[in-house]
């Protein structure tokens, strides 16, 4: 058995941070050295990053609703300075750069937001962001030097211009400010940027900079965030992982991360970084995905995200924050290419296009199966954070030796002494975790009292990866003092409470309740002296049962992990609902508006509203607990034309760059000798208002395709198909085509790919071929419920 003893945590410090909103504000927003606060009460935020410059503005509203859908509440995005000010003395923020008229659409949907104000702020933008005429000005930058001082405090001075009275303190959504980033060893310079920011009139509650690389902060300045990835482009093409990435899916106290940015650093990091006794654990950089270098291009599959993401929880995270959770493109409007590269003297040559980083929400705005999975963790972030946020980290008795022990079961339990919620990781990238038989844990409280879970000792399968509840209020006083189902959400139905739970494939579903409490509904119930044991040998839409409590009943729905990574809830209609869906679903006012692929997506609604209307819907049916309808939509199969203009492709010779020798991509020149296709896409297939991806499976190394002569979108391949979404240049697209060229990867270059994927590179030695290209339209189907109240 697997044991912990948890100890009643002390009090926070608080009281020592300069920042916080002003006395007085609505929602005030504070911090302690355990947590943020907004209104009296824990947060945890959880923050996704989206680079609004580098996205569509007309499509700015959209994405964000597809954010909020995901269960992000908390919007981070970076304003490159060089972007802002290409030519020296001219400020652009028009159009997509527009940042006023971003965060303003982040306050109407309710979601808040942290800009990240540089000056350098990385994000694999050219220079870092620092404009090119920068490195002609006689000064020092990243630091003190007044001379460079007097560049930024302009630029500083536009920025506050632009988000006037949008602070939270001014009733807008910025609560955070990030200065700079990834600066190790400037304490005093950081301060300064802080206090420049705030002269020039830029305001918010909280003040940030990353921490990761043991980075000298100035203390009780600015609260340390640190981030963690599965993968890492800016390691060599070496196979496998690097080791020290490991540590993030292991249950540990160590915040720090010194891989990130490892290829810019001149040496290892030393000292000890800030002090974590002073400040909350926050994180604005848990991988989302991982971009794609030309000579390290990397696979991240959704259970790689929740797993490093679970672990960051589990670990004592009060703040999850995703880079990127949205992923976008690159600037295309500058005179010379805004991504960094060899050519910039970068260690990696990026896409000239492409900034996709397998995010859950990719490029062109695609729903990735990580946007779900992260979902029923924000769901049970929504849900229990408040109480989360102010339990530290207890680990077990016996813990792994190190990062090299796949052998011992990684688990650890946040408690404040009488409750908690205990993690288990048994998954980690590249190398499997094996299961583990004959599985309980018995935790010991702070009074004394030990918790024994489950009742009968499980397996945890390879892979799993979860948060059973100790302690857990369902509602009517009625307590679960345990369950082997990760906690969803909680509502009222009807007036009853309602409490959702999720199962974990291939681990029994158990839950204790005391005893003397009568059980209803599909299980088997085991009254005890001590407890009333429930097993439910069946999660799903049916299996709800109703637990008779000291002050009326309660409902619990446990679903299996299939339905619970499809679950939503939305307030629409007048009411919090819970919303089956395979497919993105929004709220927005009215209607709840799906985005799909699909001639026959369906929908589950618990309640259900009286009556529903939409296009092609079908007559309610019994699903559970749940009532579901299909929507029969007309199925539209749009057909590309492809010519083949030139089958021939010669490969570039194998290049290196960089300060790290690696190899460097394709020049312009090089795709002169690409094979070339032209691919003719009919008007038809842009009715609507959704996205039409245009899906390509090719054999090949690097791809650019181009609309009327200019570039639009570009790709290194690893694997997957290549989507570019049309829509933005849809009459372009119509009157010209589409040209793609692809080419060869030369015989020498030195690239990693992952494994499951590496016979079809090395298929593209000598070989650029295009195999198929199919249009996806996605379209967006509204469905109101008629003389419903508006919410």
């Known amino acids: 058995m697997l044991s912990l003893h948890i100890r009643r945590p002390s009090a926070p410090l608080s009281g020592h941070l300069p920042m916080g909103s002003t006395e007085g504000t609505p929602h005030a927003v504070s911090v302690d050295s355990r947590r943020v606060l907004r209104a009296g009460e824990a947060w945890i935020p959880v923050m996704g990053e989206f680079h609004f410059s580098r996205y569509p503005a007309a499509e700015w509203r959209e994405e964000l609703l597809k954010m909020r859908a995901g269960g992000i509440d908390l919007v981070a995005t970076y304003l490159f300075w060089n972007q802002h000010e290409d030519r020296r003395g001219t400020l652009r923020f028009d159009g997509d750069l527009d940042v006023r008229r971003f965060v303003e659409l982040c306050a109407d949907l309710g979601l808040a937001v942290a800009v990240r104000i540089g000056p350098w702020s990385h994000g694999e933008c050219r220079n870092g962001g620092f404009p090119d005429w920068l490195a002609d000005v006689d000064c020092t930058p990243r630091t003190d030097d007044p001379a460079y001082l007097s560049l930024v405090e302009p630029y500083y001075a536009r920025i506050a211009h632009e988000l006037r009275g949008l602070a939270h303190d001014e009733g807008g959504p910025i609560v955070a400010v990030q200065v700079e980033n990834e600066l190790y060893d400037q304490p005093a310079h950081l301060a300064t940027l802080r206090r420049m920011a705030e002269d020039a009139g830029i305001r918010a509650p909280l003040w940030t900079a990353t921490g990761w690389g043991a980075a000298r902060l100035p203390e009780d300045v600015l609260l340390p965030l640190y981030g963690g990835y599965p993968e890492a482009f800016w390691e060599d093409a070496h196979e496998g992982w690097t080791r020290d990435m490991r540590r993030h899916y292991f249950f540990t106290p160590i915040r720090d991360d010194h891989a990130i940015g490892a290829d810019l650093r001149n040496s290892a990091p030393s000292g000890t970084g800030p002090d974590d006794r002073r400040y909350p654990y926050a994180t604005c950089e848990l991988g989302g995905g991982m971009a794609i270098a030309y000579h390290r291009r990397p696979t991240v599959p959704a259970e790689d995200i929740t797993a490093l993401a679970l672990a960051k929880l589990g670990s004592g995270s009060v703040w999850q924050g995703y880079y990127l959770y949205h992923g976008c493109s690159q600037r295309l409007d500058h005179t010379v290419p805004n991504q960094e590269s060899h050519a910039t003297h970068y260690p990696n040559d990026l896409p000239r296009v492409s900034y996709d980083f397998q995010a859950p929400l990719g490029e062109y705005g695609q729903v990735r199966p990580s946007f779900h999975a992260l979902r029923l963790q924000h769901l049970f972030l929504r849900d229990s954070g408040a109480a989360l946020a102010g339990m530290p980290l207890v680990l077990p008795d016996t813990e792994p030796d190190g990062l090299d022990d796949r052998t011992t079961l990684r688990w650890a339990v946040r408690s404040d002494g009488e409750r908690g919620f205990l993690f288990v990781n048994n998954h980690q990238p590249h190398e499997s975790l094996p299961r583990h038989d004959q599985v309980s844990f018995r935790v010991t409280l702070d009074d004394g009292r030990a918790v024994t879970l489950p009742e009968r000792p499980v397996t945890v399968p390879s892979g799993a990866h979860f948060v059973w509840p100790i302690g857990y209020d369902l509602g009517n006083g009625v307590r679960l003092d345990w369950a082997t189902a990760q906690p969803v959400t909680r509502l009222h139905i009807d007036g009853v409470p309602l409490a959702v739970l999720a199962a974990t494939a291939g681990i029994p579903v158990s839950l204790a309740l005391p005893a003397g409490l009568r059980v209803e509904g599909p299980a088997e119930v085991t009254a005890g002296a001590d ?179 200019r570039l639009v979108a570009d790709h290194f391949w690893y694997g997957p198909d290549w989507e570019i979404g049309l829509r933005r240049f849809a009459d372009e697209a119509v009157e010209h085509g589409i040209e793609i060229r692809l080419l060869p990867l030369p015989r020498d270059s030195k690239v990693y790919v992952d494994a499951s994927v590496r016979a079809g590179l090395d298929a593209a030695q000598g070989t650029a071929a295009l195999h198929a290209a199919r249009l996806v339209p996605v379209r967006r189907v509204a469905v109101r419920s008629a003389g419903a109240v508006q919410s």
């Open 531 to 709: 407890a009333t044991l429930v097993s439910v040998p069946e999660p799903g839409t049916g299996a709800v049962l109703t637990v008779h409590g000291p002050a009326g009943p309660v409902r619990v729905l446990v679903l299996d992990e299939d339905r619970a990574r499809s679950a939503n809830r939305v307030r629409v209609w007048g009411e919090d609902r819970l919303v089956l869906c395979d497919e993105l679903v929004l709220a927005d006012g009215p209607e709840l508006r799906l985005h799909t692929a699909s001639s026959a997506p369906s929908f589950g609604l618990l309640p259900a509203p009286a009556a529903l209307a939409g296009p092609g819907l079908g007559a309610p049916e019994s699903d559970g607990a749940f009532t579901r309808w299909t929507l029969g939509l007309p199925q539209a199969t749009y057909e590309p034309v492809v010519t083949c203009v030139r089958a021939d492709a010669g490969a570039p010779p194998a290049r290196t760059g960089g300060p790290h020798n690696r190899a460097s991509a394709p020049r312009d020149e090089d795709f002169d000798s690409a094979s070339v296709y032209r691919i003719s896409v009919p008007r038809e297939a842009f009715e609507g208002e959704g996205e039409v991806l245009l899906r390509l499976s090719f054999t090949g190394d690097a791809a650019r395709a181009r609309v009327g002569g």
